[in-house]
């Protein structure tokens, strides 16, 4: 089975180009969303990130995501030190479920904004950077999550460039408004293989 990676930065709209590869018949292991659920239920994440970063993280057996934040991302160094705790225990869990998906697909992708920072391009075949111009991305996120310009600036600021992440990608799709993503992905799809 051939793993893919798809990334890009914050409001670059790669949940939606995964979306068209599920539409597809790929299955795909929504990162984000599944450190999540790690978060709350790893017993490892919870002992490690209690003794780190206090045992008041927890509050009815689920991760304080906003104290947790407010501790965090403030300090590079701290964030590498949640980094270093949750993506080890992330990447285990994707290749448990790469395991379960080869028997019925012959490819599966990880959604994943922090793919190169955490290292999950070494368990993958290709890589996909979707990519749209900073202004545009700012506008995205600000309407999906009713942020501020300069919040949404200090997370993007917090990522990799974008013209670092298509250095490292195979595949580059263009979410600027020009260029028709269900066309892109068609053309990539046969490449994949």
Same mark, same amino acid.
């Given at each position: 089975?051939?793993?893919?990676? $798809?990334?890009?930065?914050?409001?670059?709209?790669? #949940?939606?180009?995964?979306?068209?590869?599920?539409?597809?018949?790929?299955? $795909?292991?929504?990162?984000?969303?599944?450190?999540?659920?790690?978060?709350?239920?790893?017993?490892? /994440?919870?002992?490690?990130? #209690?003794?780190?970063?206090?045992?008041?993280?927890?509050?009815?057996?689920?991760?304080?995501?906003?104290? !947790?934040?407010?501790?965090?991302?403030?300090?590079?160094?701290?964030?590498? =030190?949640?980094?270093? /705790?949750?993506?080890?225990?992330?990447?285990?869990? !994707?290749?448990?479920?790469?395991?379960?998906?080869?028997?019925?697909?012959?490819?599966? /992708? /990880?959604?994943?904004?922090?793919?190169?920072?955490?290292? !999950?391009? %070494?368990?993958?075949?290709?890589?996909?950077?979707?990519?749209?111009? %900073?202004?545009? *991305?700012?506008?995205?996120?600000?309407?999906?999550?009713?942020?501020?310009?300069? %919040? =949404?600036?200090?997370?993007?600021?917090?990522?990799?460039?974008?013209?670092?992440?298509? *250095?490292?990608?195979? !595949?580059?799709?263009?979410?600027?408004? #020009?260029? #028709?993503?269900?066309?892109? =992905?068609?053309?990539?799809?046969?490449?994949?293989?």
């Amino acid at each position: 089975m051939i793993t893919i990676g $798809v990334t890009g930065g914050i409001g670059s709209g790669k #949940s939606v180009v995964c979306d068209i590869f599920r539409l597809h018949g790929v299955p $795909v292991y929504d990162a984000d969303k599944e450190a999540k659920e790690l978060n709350d239920t790893s017993p490892v /994440i919870r002992a490690e990130l #209690s003794r780190h970063f206090g045992e008041g993280l927890y509050r009815e057996g689920r991760l304080d995501r906003k104290a !947790f934040a407010s501790i965090i991302f403030q300090d590079k160094q701290k964030v590498a =030190v949640a980094n270093a /705790i949750i993506h080890p225990e992330l990447a285990k869990d !994707f290749l448990k479920w790469c395991s379960r998906q080869e028997q019925h697909h012959s490819m599966a /992708i /990880i959604d994943a904004a922090l793919l190169f920072e955490a290292g !999950f391009d %070494k368990w993958l075949d290709k890589t996909i950077t979707v990519y749209a111009p %900073k202004d545009i *991305r700012l506008q995205r996120t600000i309407a999906r999550d009713h942020s501020s310009a300069d %919040k =949404v600036e200090e997370r993007m600021n917090a990522q990799l460039p974008e013209e670092e992440k298509i *250095r490292r990608s195979d !595949f580059t799709i263009y979410n600027d408004n #020009s260029h #028709s993503l269900i066309l892109q =992905v068609a053309e990539i799809m046969p490449r994949l293989n």
